[in-house]
């Protein structure tokens, strides 16, 4: 067990840019990252929304060298590096162990359908005993609308008996209180850090005794997200929870990824960053006016996203 | 477009055998190819009943490599080789190609779900237009209940209109026949050839015009499912079709994957063939003994399986 501190607050799936080609584009990724310290979110780069699925494992690493290489901040970062192979997962996530990242968000392999609990302990238990490394920490992450495979509260509880140092907490985008609150009441108190997979539950989690939340906004609206993950107990926490809500709703009308690299595209000035991989497709033009239009009724704002450009 | 005969007949996903400690067993791996190539079998390798999605791309390319040297014909090959990265499918389906093999089975990519019709054109068309090699014949890979992206008769229509050389066929494991049947009716007359998911429906689909069948089974039961391929005209074929659903039937009533591997290890007196990578779980020994038994009952044979040790 190591003495760092335990990672918590607000996490952003980091949006991966790519050049119009689709190579991903370094630089201004390493710029999107440095904004989003400088705001005070986490870098949980390749997440869900970061279309890591659709980057290769060679991009990937080559992501994070170029983070660290620019100097950002190691422990304030928690790759996601699950993916369906486990050689290719204990790879990724012994760089980023090695490289003094503060976590791993992983997925189960998630091809196969329907397999059991025990081949699921099997898979994440294979990767702690190989990556073998006392600095180790992941975040099991439950997102079982996209991945088809739950994390069930039966195989946290086998884990963390097993390995209490390495799993570290859960990202539960289930978009189910009742199963983040099971986890909370249930996990929580053994120091499993449970964070909120958007902001939409992170009030619910901190009065709940989590330590945050991993969310997609967090690219687009970090500071607001922020500073009510610093002000949770204070007076107008429950508003400040609705102006969250309310902007976020404006990005749930479209096909979330795109519509946060338009945004993007908007405030920084530069229009490639409306580029996705496929099997996304980019928002059309009369997307991206409503998302527009829809983001200026709830005031939204990008403070210094020139630097994104 | 090339030349060269098209794909037809009886294809297995070949499973793949593992070393105890689930490291890629290459020797084992071409003794099955090659005994499953004598029994009229093309290798399908990398399916989903290889546990490809197991297998890291650095594995993949060891193992067609092996195949290759070991001077297995590549005519005779539609290798898996659709991820979730195209990337990484791009560079599998080139070593493919390059290597002569006849064709590549391809997935869309299966992370995210609920995409766009527009989105999985978009990745197919790159895939064709990277690769750029006029030998290339994507065989479409449509396994709903797996990958949870469906390959549609709209996408179909589309690929197969921009790409009449390059789209070649698809698989169907939706195990609804009436999408075969649809499939065949559409598309088959164009060229594109239609293979079922099993051989539960191999005398339909050839009664229907179809190239042949691409199935697990065909890993443990090949004689009687290439027998009825070349006798589908036969008085005759009903019964074996019966025959061919009967041993099927036993395999289907236990985790397939590990159900296959059992019968070689029983069959080939390797104990070690029974091994299969996290996420999933092999047959306890109860399961073994009930699969043997069941299978004795229906006159199950593997011919010179001994050469699987």
Same mark, same amino acid.
């Given at each position: 067990?190591?003495?760092?501190?335990?990672?918590?607050?607000?996490?952003?799936?980091?949006?991966?840019?790519?050049?119009?080609? !689709?190579?991903?584009?370094?630089?201004?990724?390493?710029?999107?990252?440095?904004?989003?310290?400088?705001?005070?979110?986490?870098?949980?780069?390749?997440?869900?929304?970061?279309?890591?699925?659709?980057?290769?494992?060679?991009?990937?690493?080559?992501?994070?060298?170029?983070?660290?290489?620019?100097?950002?901040?190691?422990?304030?970062?928690?790759?996601?590096?699950?993916?369906?192979?486990?050689?290719? %997962?204990?790879?990724?996530?012994?760089?980023?162990?090695?490289?003094?990242?503060?976590?791993?968000?992983?997925?189960?392999?998630?091809?196969?359908?329907?397999?059991?609990?025990?081949?699921?302990?099997?898979?994440?238990?294979?990767?702690?005993? %190989?990556?073998?490394?006392?600095?180790?920490?992941?975040?099991?992450?439950?997102?079982?609308?996209?991945?088809?495979?739950?994390?069930?509260?039966?195989?946290?509880?086998?884990?963390?008996?097993?390995?209490?140092?390495?799993?570290?907490?859960?990202?539960?985008?289930?978009?189910?209180?009742?199963?983040?609150?099971?986890?909370?009441?249930?996990?929580?108190?053994?120091?499993?850090?449970?964070?909120?997979?958007?902001?939409?539950?992170?009030?619910?989690?901190?009065?709940?005794?989590?330590?945050?939340?991993? %969310?997609? %906004?967090?690219?687009?609206?970090?500071?607001?997200?922020?500073?009510? !993950?610093?002000?949770?107990?204070?007076?107008?926490?429950?508003?400040?929870?609705?102006?969250?809500?309310?902007?976020?709703?404006?990005?749930?009308?479209?096909?979330?990824?795109?519509?946060?690299?338009?945004?993007?595209?908007?405030?920084?000035?530069?229009?490639?960053?409306?580029?996705?991989?496929?099997?996304?497709?980019?928002?059309?033009?009369?997307?991206?006016?409503?998302?527009?239009?829809?983001?200026?009724?709830?005031?939204?704002?990008?403070?210094?996203?020139?630097?994104?450009?």
């Amino acid at each position: 067990m190591t003495a760092a501190p335990r990672l918590q607050g607000v996490f952003a799936p980091v949006v991966t840019p790519f050049h119009p080609e !689709h190579a991903p584009a370094s630089g201004r990724f390493v710029s999107h990252c440095r904004w989003l310290i400088g705001q005070g979110v986490g870098l949980a780069v390749f997440g869900t929304n970061s279309e890591a699925a659709s980057l290769s494992l060679a991009e990937k690493c080559a992501l994070l060298e170029a983070l660290l290489e620019a100097g950002l901040p190691a422990e304030r970062m928690m790759p996601g590096t699950g993916m369906c192979a486990l050689p290719e %997962t204990i790879e990724l996530t012994r760089r980023a162990v090695r490289s003094g990242c503060g976590g791993v968000l992983m997925l189960p392999p998630f091809y196969y359908k329907g397999v059991s609990e025990e081949g699921l302990y099997r898979a994440f238990a294979t990767v702690v005993d %190989t990556v073998a490394d006392e600095r180790l920490r992941i975040y099991l992450y439950h997102i079982p609308l996209v991945s088809q495979v739950p994390i069930t509260r039966g195989l946290v509880a086998r884990l963390l008996k097993a390995y209490p140092g390495a799993i570290a907490g859960m990202k539960d985008s289930s978009g189910d209180w009742d199963n983040t609150s099971a986890m909370l009441a249930e996990f929580q108190p053994q120091g499993f850090d449970v964070f909120a997979g958007s902001e939409s539950f992170l009030l619910r989690t901190l009065r709940g005794g989590g330590a945050g939340c991993i %969310t997609a %906004t967090g690219n687009v609206n970090p500071g607001p997200i922020v500073a009510l !993950h610093r002000n949770w107990r204070a007076q107008d926490a429950d508003a400040r929870q609705a102006a969250l809500d309310a902007t976020r709703g404006v990005f749930q009308r479209f096909p979330m990824i795109a519509a946060m690299k338009a945004a993007i595209a908007w405030k920084s000035g530069r229009d490639d960053w409306c580029t996705v991989r496929p099997p996304l497709v980019e928002l059309s033009d009369e997307e991206r006016d409503a998302l527009r239009r829809a983001l200026e009724q709830v005031g939204f704002e990008m403070p210094e996203a020139a630097a994104l450009a």
